[in-house]
């Protein structure tokens, strides 16, 4: 199993940026894809980013203006968000996935989750 704590949300404005880390720990193989989701108010969770051997990727909502990275040691990743808009409003989670090819998108393939973060961008 892998533990995964996220941190950095907050409340920012539209075009503002904010930088959101999430720290891993446990089984290394565990973590072949490492990704990023989010969730509004009555909403259904939602790819945002994720990243693995072959490259990193991204929803189409957020492409251009979110990176997603990780450490020399894949410890950490991060997801820095800039020209945020209020839509980006939710709560971000941290997952992991044991495998390092197919579907990255889909929430069900990701095997651990942090407790996420709020992030609330405001006009």
């Known amino acids: 199993q892998v533990q995964l704590v996220e941190s950095g949300g907050g409340l920012v404005q539209a075009g503002g940026s904010l930088r959101l880390s999430c720290a891993a720990s446990?089984?290394?193989?565990?973590?072949?894809?490492m990704g990023w989701f989010r969730q509004a108010p009555g909403k259904e969770r939602e790819f945002v980013a994720a990243?693995?051997?072959?490259?990193?990727y991204y929803a189409d909502s957020v492409k251009g203006r979110f990176t997603i990275s990780s450490s020399s040691a894949k410890n950490t990743v991060f997801l820095q968000m800039n020209s945020l808009k209020p839509e980006d409003t939710a709560i971000y989670y941290c997952a992991a996935a044991d495998y390092s090819s197919g579907i990255y998108s889909a929430a069900g393939r990701y095997d651990s989750w942090g407790q996420g973060t709020q992030v609330t961008v405001s006009l």
């Open positions: 990243i693995r051997w072959s490259g990193s």
């Open positions: 446990g089984r290394t193989f565990s973590r072949a894809t």
